[in-house]
């Protein structure tokens, strides 16, 4: 069962940056989507980012296009979240999931089709 790790929240400055780490504890196959997730209370839990193992191919949140980058270690089983301009809006406790696409579809983007959540990592804004 694969178990995944967020780390590198913590408190940043509006316009700001900071950086997520999420690692798996598996190899991912060929198949495999990555997703950032965030959730704030009383919210459902959205997706931000996801990417695709097999070529890289990415998924934005308009809130964060042109603001977060989302890139892959394969060999070293982890995702990054670069995070930069925050604003308020991105204050959350943010998740990474996997999940698997098949037939060249792209990554899922509802929290449903994840699994292997870890404990998140909480991110706040300071002004």
């Known amino acids: 069962q694969v178990q995944l790790v967020e780390s590198g929240g913590g408190s940043g400055q509006a316009g700001g940056s900071l950086r997520l780490i999420c690692h798996s504890s598996?190899?991912?196959?060929?198949?495999?989507?990555m997703g950032w997730f965030r959730q704030t209370p009383g919210k459902e839990r959205e997706a931000v980012a996801t990417?695709?193992?097999?070529?890289?191919?990415?998924y934005y949140a308009a809130s964060v296009a042109g603001r977060f980058t989302i890139s892959q270690d394969n060999a070293n089983h982890t995702v990054y979240l670069q995070m930069t301009n925050l604003n308020a809006e991105d204050a959350a406790m943010y998740y990474c999931?996997?999940?698997?696409?098949?037939?060249?579809?792209?990554?899922?983007?509802?929290?449903?089709?994840?699994?292997?959540w870890g404990q998140g990592t909480q991110v706040t804004l300071s002004s």
């Open positions: 598996r190899v991912p196959s060929k198949n495999n989507c």
């Open positions: 999931g996997t999940s698997e696409q098949y037939g060249g579809s792209w990554c899922a983007l509802a929290p449903i089709a994840y699994y292997g």
């Open positions: 990417i695709r193992r097999s070529d890289g191919a990415t």
